[in-house]
């Protein structure tokens, strides 16, 4: 078969084909968002019609994926690890209610924040949910878990989460493909009622999934990827899971390791194998990339017993990624750094690009803002947020997809007023939809400024669902027409927007904005296309 | 055999297709490699770097380690300078001259050649003026390959092949000057 050289995320979606996936579902977001672009991208996926849509939000993905699941297919839904915070209630529940086709959960968390607002442990969800969290290695490994992920979800029909960091989905290496397996076929579940979570079908069922999660550990599958080598030096035991291996790994080359490691790749845990390396080794030390999620279940809550050592100690940093070099110290190696950054060096923090219709947006929106006091811009997630910084200044808030529209509209019943939001066109219809209509219902004096750029622009412009949809939308929420209005961020069009945004600010009720105008970048790529076609006839 | 190479820029100046480049080029002679990337917010006119690892033998860290880069490709002169924590004491860096200028503070661009003048193993090139010779402003970065191409355990014609494996799609004329800006890269530093 055909090696590949594929990121971690490409890998994935590559397996998802490979394995039988019927549908892939998900909303863009770093450092997932190349899993449904290589689908879309995919001539496999093309001649079989793989479901490759991007969906409106994490929770429409998850929830849609399901659905494919319970008409028996195998379906994957993909997302960052912030955006299985707004799919939570989908996921959580998936478990009780159980599968039918395969149902395999990716999420992609970024420890150290490369570009996300925390740094939250997907793994952590898995455990409170009961779904098994498969997670990899390597390129290759992250290849292979997809169809060993499928074969555990139809095997004991649940879900399972594979989890992955920016490290592995944006590093590329060469991944040896499978031969194909074909898709399911359209089958109803056994039990009708499986899907119905009442309360008494849910009691059944959470019963049911407890037991399946405690027999996980036990699985075939699941135990070839926990795996304990022997060491002669017994002076120190070490617990590397997922892509920290690696890092162990790299400061011993030529597999001159002479400490027991005990390697995991599945969660649950069969606790055997925590036993078997602590009766062999006073010390500890436990690699995790994330939280100290395992470290502290190990350290427990009793003293007195092994020497633990990891992020909760200090040997390893408490927060941000970890590194060869980082692992080295916890080990007590040499690491040296090469020569220090010189002073002349600045800081190169991202920017608009120039020519940046958003940019345009914020030098109408502070002159139209003068003549009252500071601090009532609330800002959402996406390329506007970098209007945080110098020298634009411009927002006060970014938390999560959506609290643009809704914040505003709290600090508008508080008393600020005028209260504005600026949220982009594909935050607004992933989840500042909802909050506007809290804010028609009731009549809040806000308003709201859709800079509407016609794609999802921050993870490398994806097709947005508010392209050519927002007025309509607005205006079926609610909001008044003549208080519906759109401008063109030129600089050309600077006095008209000021005046706009003056208008609406005086207006106390639910006034929305529409900024609109193509990302330049997605621009110059549709003239390029549009070129080369031209070129080809 | 193994070369661990940093290369560094600003988002959107092309450090990917350079990693492509090497990337095709060892994949064809069956060496190991591990190449990481920089997605998301950096790529808005900010600092990227990319990881490019390549060994005759299995590589286990997608990182590289502070002080284990054999080699420094920057297609930007300032953004050389910041993984300098990375370069071995013996390492090579290589890199454009031309400032990319989207900062308020960027430092006079001669403090910042005079810090390669203090490292013995450094070169700089006009890689933007040969490009632009070659034919076109946009090979920069194929200028700055070819330039630091002696230092990667790689065949020359090897790479060139990958270039045209790279850019084949877009047509014979983006091929040769692509290979074009390579060659003038690779002849200044010979």
């Not at chain 1, 006073?282 to 427990?300: A, S």
């Not at chain 1, 945080?388 to 914040?407: E, K, Q």
Request: one cysteine or more.
């Amino acid at each position: 078969m055909q090696k590949l050289l594929l990121l971690g995320d490409e890998a994935i979606a590559q397996a998802g084909i490979d394995a039988g996936m019927s549908g892939m579902y998900a909303y863009p977001g770093t450092p997932s968002t190349e899993i449904m672009e290589y689908v879309q991208s995919s001539k496999d996926a093309t001649e079989r019609d793989i479901h490759r849509e991007w969906s409106a939000n994490e929770k429409t993905s998850m929830e849609a994926a399901l659905g494919m699941s319970y008409a028996g297919k195998r379906a994957m839904v993909a997302m960052k690890h912030v955006g299985l915070n707004v799919a939570a209630d989908g996921f959580v529940n998936s478990a009780i209610t159980g599968v039918n086709g395969g149902l395999i959960v990716v999420a992609a968390d970024d420890p150290s924040m490369h570009s996300s607002q925390n740094e939250q442990d997907s793994r952590f969800y898995g455990k409170f949910s009961f779904i098994p969290v498969l997670e990899p290695t390597s390129q290759q490994e992250a290849y292979d878990m997809v169809f060993a992920g499928f074969e555990i979800s139809e095997r004991y029909k649940i879900p399972v989460m594979i989890r992955i960091t920016t490290r592995l989905a944006h590093s590329r290496s060469a991944v040896q493909r499978r031969a194909q397996i074909g898709e399911n076929s359209v089958s109803l579940p056994e039990d009708p009622r499986q899907f119905v979570l009442l309360p008494a079908i849910a009691r059944r069922r959470y019963h049911n999934l407890l037991g399946v999660y405690e027999s996980l550990p036990a699985d075939e599958i699941m135990k070839g990827y926990n795996r304990l080598i022997p060491g002669k030096d017994k002076k120190l035991g070490i617990i590397a899971f997922g892509l920290t291996y690696n890092y162990l790994l790299e400061n011993f080359p030529g597999d001159s390791i002479t400490y027991p490691v005990l390697k995991i790749g599945s969660y649950p845990v069969d606790s055997a194998l925590f036993d078997k390396i602590s009766e062999q080794c006073e010390t500890l030390l436990v690699l995790e990339e994330g939280y100290p999620i395992m470290e502290e279940l190990l350290k427990g809550v009793l003293s007195g017993g092994r020497t633990i050592k990891g992020r909760l100690d200090g040997t390893l940093p408490r927060e941000g990624e970890l590194n060869p070099n980082l692992v080295a110290e916890a080990l007590g190696m040499p690491s040296e750094r090469g020569a220090e950054v010189p002073p002349v060096v600045r800081m190169r923090p991202p920017s608009f690009c120039r020519g940046c219709g958003h940019s345009d947006v914020y030098i109408a929106l502070e002159e139209a803002l003068k003549e009252y006091t500071p601090g009532r811009v609330f800002s959402d997630i996406g390329c506007y947020t970098l209007g945080a910084l110098p020298p634009y200044n411009a927002i006060n808030s970014c938390v999560d997809m959506g609290a643009s529209v809704t914040m505003a509209v709290g600090a508008a019943d508080a008393g600020l007023i005028p209260s504005v939001c600026v949220v982009g066109d594909s935050t607004f219809t992933h989840s500042g939809m909802t909050g506007l209509l809290d804010a028609v219902v009731k009549d809040s004096p806000v308003t709201i400024i859709i800079s509407d750029n016609s794609t999802t622009g921050m993870t490398g412009g994806q097709k947005s669902h508010a392209t050519g949809r927002l007025e309509a939308i607005c205006e079926g929420l609610g909001v008044e027409k003549e208080h519906i209005r759109t401008v063109v961020p030129l600089k050309k069009n600077h006095e008209e927007m000021v005046k706009v945004m003056k208008e609406e600010f005086e207006y106390k009720g639910v006034s929305v904005i529409i900024a609109i105008r193509e990302c330049i970048q997605t621009a110059a790529r549709r003239k390029k296309d549009e070129m080369a076609r031209k070129k080809g006839k | 055999m193994k070369n661990d190479i940093i290369l560094a820029g600003v988002g959107g100046q092309g450090i990917l297709s350079i990693a492509a480049v090497v990337g095709l080029a060892a994949v064809d002679k069956g060496l190991y490699l591990k190449q990481s990337e920089v997605h998301g917010m950096s790529q808005r006119g900010g600092d990227v770097q990319s990881h490019l690892r390549i060994s005759d033998s299995q590589i286990s860290s997608d990182l590289i380690p502070y002080g284990g880069a054999d080699l420094i490709i920057s297609v930007e002169p300032m953004e050389a300078l910041r993984y300098l924590p990375w370069l071995k004491k013996d390492g090579w860096i290589v890199s454009n001259s031309t400032p990319f200028v989207n900062i308020p503070d960027y430092p006079d661009i001669n403090s910042i050649l005079d810090e390669f003048r203090k490292i013995e193993k450094s070169i700089v090139v006009d890689a933007d003026n040969m490009a632009k010779e070659a034919g076109s402003v946009r090979s920069g970065n194929m200028v700055v390959l070819g330039a630091a191409s002696k230092y990667i355990d790689i065949p020359f014609d090897s790479l060139c092949d990958a270039v045209r494996k790279l850019f084949g799609r877009k047509g014979e004329e983006i091929v040769s000057v692509n290979i074009k800006a390579l060659e003038a890269g690779r002849s200044c530093c010979l």
